[in-house]
């Protein structure tokens, strides 16, 4: 597709399960983040990779997330042992690169009971 | 204005009139600014950059200006319409860390 692609759309879940989280970037984009963002709130970044790699892990909240990202193109962020502060919409990002515009997805609407 | 959980600041417009969107960022070695608009259950949409060589950018219907001696940066809608209204985020970047740093966001509401 043409633009940055996310499933599943919304995910429901019980607390203390893991869920996993696809990215679909832009084809030839070579930067790709997760950010965070909870009801009525900004975007709280999470991780970003330049390639496979990830130079800035800082923004995960816990040893329970973790992202990889693979053939330098699809991205899964994995929550494990969810807990019901993870809620939140999980947004995904790519760009060519340094100082060029961030293009989103629509978003994961997780929401753990 | 600071923004706590839902209660965004918010701007009403009538329809037609100019909108102007404010934002303090806070660091003084960012060097490069977008503007986002934000609809309901939709991810961010990119509207309009400008890197800090420059002080005014102009798009379609919309005008970013920076002012880097106050940190401010601002959005100016030209004859806003309902289609307009949304969330609106500002974001800075510093060329050496990658990740977009966000404001608050402030909530565009245009009166028809």
Known sequence: GAGVSQSPSNKVTEKGKDVELRCD????????????????????FLIYFQGNSAPDKSGLPSDRFSAERTGGSV???????????????????SNKGVNQPQHFGDGTRLSIL | GESVGLHLPTLSVQEGDNSIIN???SNSASDYFIWYKQESGKGPQFIIDIRSNMDKRQGQRVTVLL???????????????PG????YFCAENYSGNTPLVFGKGTRLSVIA
């Open chain 1, 75 to 93: 991205s899964t962020l994995t929550i494990q042992r969810t807990q019901q502060e993870d809620s939140a919409v999980y947004l995904c990002a």
């Open chain 2, 84 to 87: 307009d209204s949304a969330v």
């Open chain 1, 25 to 44: 970037p832009i084809s030839g984009h070579t930067a790709l983040y997760w950010y965070r963002q909870s009801l009525g709130q900004g975007l709280e």
């Open chain 2, 23 to 25: 934002c303090a960022y």
């Open chain 2, 67 to 81: 002012n880097k001696t106050v940190k401010h940066l601002s959005l100016q809608i030209a004859a806003t319409q």
